[in-house]
């Protein structure tokens, strides 16, 4: 049989050293044999399908180059087969942590080589020479939470420390807000400066490890012979030719990142390669292992935030503050503040900032005591009221909570600004300039007349203790007129950088974005330098070619430019946010990668938080939607594949439009992209048992006892589980015996004269958990409220979401405002006992009808039942004992559990808040038989774990019916309860043991097959 083989041009290095503007040759690659030959070799996932190559397309820069295809190693060794391979093919090779970083470094047209999944080791610290052995996908955060143990930290840490490789550390060498610390009190601010020792790769498959290099080991080296003999001879040589130009031309400064770090083998600093390949974006070698130096942790923490006149005052006070030794010393101007603000980023932790000034400094004192802490930090205090700063202007924080929410806000800062307030996209560009600390200030006033000039906006924050500014600027990167500027701008800033001392890049690299305008910093004499070290580890230019050094040009490749040009589709959500434009929503994630955290500490991405897959990250499905849209990697449209197959894992927790930080929707446009795909098309047969779970759960109620009956009967629920394409592991809770409605209609009025209020009546507790509704009516009523509730058959459609049944879940919502449009003209509230039911009209209703204000009325009357009762400050019942709190996803997206923990504390419980993300049901998600087993992973990422830990006798407080559901479903032998039956608990004085009650007995209700059996004929009808 004939193999066709395809082949790909791809851009490579032509011409001799005056060839110093990039990759304009090309060379013919056959990637089926390359892919055929990595699987056959590598110990890893070899992927060089089209959702690999958009998903590694972008990162968070501007620049975007659909790579060749993707290999994630599961082993060093793999990591070097790898590079054997792609070194027989002649194939480029791009090494990648997070891909997080702004200078487009981690994009090619190479071999993306994702090391973030599997090399994630981390050792035990030495603690006599300080040091720690990490794989360079070990998390920055995961790192300090391990060495943290024996009171030891990695230094630099970075704003995404929380989900960052120590690998994209090395490859950018990174710093952060703790560089400081690691200045003051550990060996130096950058990572290279926190690096012992590297065992690297080169792409010839050279294996060894590298670090300083004392005589006598070079001389052992030289003995030896070989390849490496020969990289050591050459460095050697390179770094006498021009040991003197790189005296006088490197800057002195904390935050020298940009160019490579050829200091690192002059004689005084010990020939240290190691430190020397820290920062070579992946040009030069790839990293397999580090040990690296760590410093003491200081835990003990005292926070100070100074107000000033403006930024530029702050700035003009860091060489002071300095004096005085912090860990931390970051700035922010007013600006980041009104756009935090405005996007309510963390309005938590502005409400902290004192607010009589515009710019502001966050000081941050570490030492082994909080006595010393505070004595550092009262004596910084007093040396500026001594020097003329008003007491009145200086707040000084004790609570780690207050303190964890400062740091936020400054985190915050690249989202707060990328779509601010006045309506323009702000861009990296000139993200992280740095300059000599004692020259922030006027650096500051020079870079705000830039702005000026170019008309340009943009905040000015950053690492101010350490010189280092950031700013994401209002660049117009879509047509020809706005690149010129772009291109205008950066060079004169570059200019301006250069005249203080400092340096293009002060954390994110050089990369393709500031690469070219290197000379202006270090001269073409050491721009050669770097050409020729490159040469020496990379003869054959195949390390992550054209960046760094010979670099594409900063206005080449980008992600936008002036023939930006995307689909548009109609579309039924309204994108208001987003300019009412769904390309625009598809742009919105910037690619800051939160949503990578690994741990459960949010709710975004839950089944990324499971399998570690880039494709389940928010960011992972909105580029595949990017891609979608572009059209030359995806290009099915709606019907493609790789989009579906990406979103089928999200479980539309809402987690993303609560915890992504600028606010990408991904729960919206999956409901958008389905409702398109399946189109004249029959959809699975769970999407109608399930999507329709109302109208079969009305019918049920009719016959409760047939229903349940047939749900316990073996052979008919199996069949009905089948029918329905729900597992056939899974178990729900029985229709109960009498609906809420029916309880409701039959009893009479109460409090005809208290205030109004609706208790809206939604599936879940008005079919099957009637006892729920039923407390939340006593518990209304008990607070002298008049309760109404809608009468007949009525649903909110939350399934239908999941299914992309969207004109029917709009019918659904026009029948909703009917039925309440009395009340909600005359600011009747609209309460919620279901979490995700409220979410509805909280989200959805707004997107899906805009422009009606009946449906805005219900939007601003709808609220949480929790919420409700702490807003009116309702008095309650007194309990006794210990609570854990779990909260709904869609209501921490929708409102916070915070009321919940209030009301139970002022009931009085000691209320633990369970960590963790979502429960792993997700409505109707866990339902279905393909999503049942990483269901229940999902539940051990955070419930199932912190009910485990709980003692018999606390109470389980879940609002979420599906929360209760998982929780019933587990192995934990423990149920949920609503906070209205708490509430019961409490007005009743009663202390039942029912957090320690084993689970209920359940069966599939008639829902599962009647829906599925049902509705798709009356689907099929309505589709004619």
Request: glycine content about 10%.
């Amino acid at each position: 049989m004939k193999v066709l083989h395809r082949k790909v041009t791809i851009p490579a290095k032509a011409g001799g050293p005056e060839y110093d503007t990039g990759m304009r040759g090309s060379q013919e690659l056959d990637v089926t044999s390359l892919e055929r030959d990595l699987k056959k070799h590598v110990d890893g996932e070899v992927r060089f399908d089209s959702m690999s190559r958009a998903l590694y397309a972008t990162d968070a820069s501007n620049f975007r180059q659909p790579p060749i295809g993707v290999v994630i190693p599961r082993t060093c060794d793999a990591v070097v087969a790898t590079h054997e391979v792609c070194r027989d093919h002649q194939a480029p090779i791009v090494p990648r942590g997070t891909g997080t970083s702004l200078s487009g470094e981690t994009v090619n047209r190479a071999v993306v080589l994702d090391i973030s999944k599997y090399l994630t080791f981390i050792g035990d610290p030495d603690l006599g020479q300080r040091t720690v052995l990490v794989e360079p996908g070990a998390v920055n955060e995961h790192v300090n939470q391990h060495t943290g143990k024996w009171n030891l930290i990695f230094g630099p840490d970075p704003s995404t420390h929380s989900y960052c490789t120590i690998g994209g550390n090395l490859g950018n060498d990174s710093c952060g807000t703790h560089s400081v610390q690691s200045a003051f009190y550990g060996p130096g601010a950058r990572t290279s400066d926190n690096v012992h020792s590297l065992e690297i790769v080169t792409y010839d498959g050279l294996r060894m490890w590298v670090g300083e290099t004392s005589e006598d080991e070079f001389a052992k080296i030289m003995s030896e012979g070989g390849r490496r003999a020969e990289i050591y001879r050459q460095l050697r040589e390179l770094r006498d030719r021009y040991a003197d130009l790189i005296r006088t031309r490197f800057p002195n400064i904390p935050r020298r990142v940009s160019g490579y770090n050829l200091d690192e083998l002059l004689p005084e600093n010990g020939f240290n390669v190691a430190r020397a390949l820290v920062g070579t974006e992946g040009t030069c070698a790839t990293f397999l292992r580090a040990n690296l130096l760590l410093t003491p942790a200081m835990l003990e923490r005292a926070l100070v935030v100074i107000a000033y006149e403006d930024v530029f005052q702050a700035g003009d006070h860091v060489p002071q503050i300095l004096e005085h030794r912090p860990i931390g010393l970051e700035g922010m101007d007013r600006t980041l503040f009104d756009y935090e603000m405005h996007m309510r980023v963390k309005p938590e932790g502005i409400s902290e900032l004192p607010l009589n000034g515009s710019g502001w400094l966050l000081v941050e004192f570490g030492a082994d005591t909080k006595k010393e802490a505070d004595a550092q930090a009262d004596a910084m205090i007093a040396d500026l009221i001594k020097h003329g700063v008003h007491k009145d202007h200086i707040n000084r924080f004790d609570d780690p909570h207050q303190e964890h929410l400062l740091w936020k806000v400054r985190e915050g800062g690249l989202a707060a600004e990328s779509f601010p307030p006045d309506g323009k996209d702000h861009w990296p560009g000139w993200e992280d300039s740095a300059v000599p600390p004692d020259k922030v200030g006027p650096y500051l006033r020079d870079l705000k007349r830039l702005f000026e000039k170019y008309g340009l906006e943009g905040a000015l924050y950053g690492h101010f203790g350490q010189g280092c500014i950031h700013s994401s600027i209002s660049f117009d990167l879509r047509t020809a007129e706005g690149i010129k500027n772009y291109r205008a701008f950066i060079e004169e800033a570059a200019d301006v950088v250069v005249s203080y001392g400092g340096s293009l890049s002060g954390e994110h690299g050089d990369g393709q974005q500031r690469a070219e305008l290197l000379p202006k910093m270090f001269g073409e004499e050491l721009v050669q330098a770097f050409r020729e070290f490159k040469r020496i580890w990379d003869p054959d230019w195949k390390m992550n070619p054209g960046k760094v050094v010979d670099a594409y040009r900063l206005d080449e490749n980008l992600k936008l430019g002036a023939d930006y040009h995307p689909w548009r589709p109609s579309v039924e959500f309204a994108y208001t946010e987003d300019h009412n434009d769904f390309a625009h929503a598809t742009t919105r994630c910037v690619g800051v990668g939160r949503c990578r955290m690994t741990r459960s500490d949010q709710v975004m991405c839950p089944s990324f938080q499971a399998l570690h897959e880039e494709a389940h990250t928010t960011r992972g499905r909105a580029r595949l939607l990017f891609e979608m849209l572009e059209g030359d990697i995806i290009t099915d449209r709606w019907q493609s594949s790789e989009v579906k197959e990406s979103l089928d894992l999200c479980l539309s927790c809402k987690g993303c439009s609560n915890d992504c930080p600028v606010g990408v929707d991904i729960p919206t446009l999956k409901a958008e992209f389905l409702h398109h795909h399946f189109k004249r098309k029959i959809r699975p047969r769970y999407a109608y048992a399930l999507g329709f779970i109302d109208k079969a759960a009305h019918l049920a109620s009719k016959m409760p006892a047939i229903a349940n009956f047939v749900g316990r009967t073996p052979g008919l629920k199996h069949a009905l589980r089948f029918a329905g394409g729900v597992s056939q592991d899974r178990a729900v809770p029985t229709f109960a015996d009498v609906s809420l409605q029916e309880w409701f209609a039959a009893r009479p009025e109460r409090n005809l004269s208290g205030p109004k209020v609706v208790l809206w009546p939604d599936t879940f507790n008005n079919y099957f958990e009637s006892r729920i509704g039923m407390a939340c009516v006593e518990a209304l009523e008990a607070a002298g409220y008049h309760v109404t509730m809608p009468k007949g058959h009525i649903c909110c459609g939350r399934p239908l979401y999941d299914y992309g049944f969207l004109h029917t879940a709009r019918r659904y919502l026009e029948r909703a405002i009917d039925v309440l449009r009395d009340e909600i003209r005359d600011g009747v509230p609209v309460i919620g006992m279901e979490p995700s039911c409220l979410a509805v009209f909280r989200s959805e209703l707004r997107k899906l009808m805009p422009t009606d204000e009946d449906a805005m009325r219900l939007a601003n009357a709808a609220v949480h039942f929790s919420e409700f009762f702490e807003r009116e400050n309702i008095e309650l019942g007194k309990l006794e004992g210990d609570a854990v709190l779990w909260g709904h996803c869609h209501h921490k997206a929708t409102g916070g559990t915070s009321y919940e923990h209030k009301l139970l504390e002022r009931m009085g419980l000691n209320v633990k808040e369970a960590k963790g993300g979502c429960c792993g049901l997700a409505g109707s998600w866990g339902f279905e038989a393909d999503h049942h087993d990483l269901s229940l992973r999902i539940g051990e990422e955070g419930l199932f774990p912190a009910v485990r830990e709980a003692s018999p006798s606390t109470l389980i407080v879940a609002d979420g019916f599906s929360c209760r559901t998982q929780l019933e479903g587990s192995d934990t032998e423990r149920h949920g309860m609503h906070i209205a039956e708490v509430m019961q608990l409490a007005r009743d004085g009663e202390q039942r043991k029912a957090a320690s009650a084993t689970k209920r007995r359940f069966a599939l209700p008639l829902a599962a097959g009647g829906a599925a059996l049902g509705a798709i004929a009356v689907a099929k009808w309505k589709k004619r």
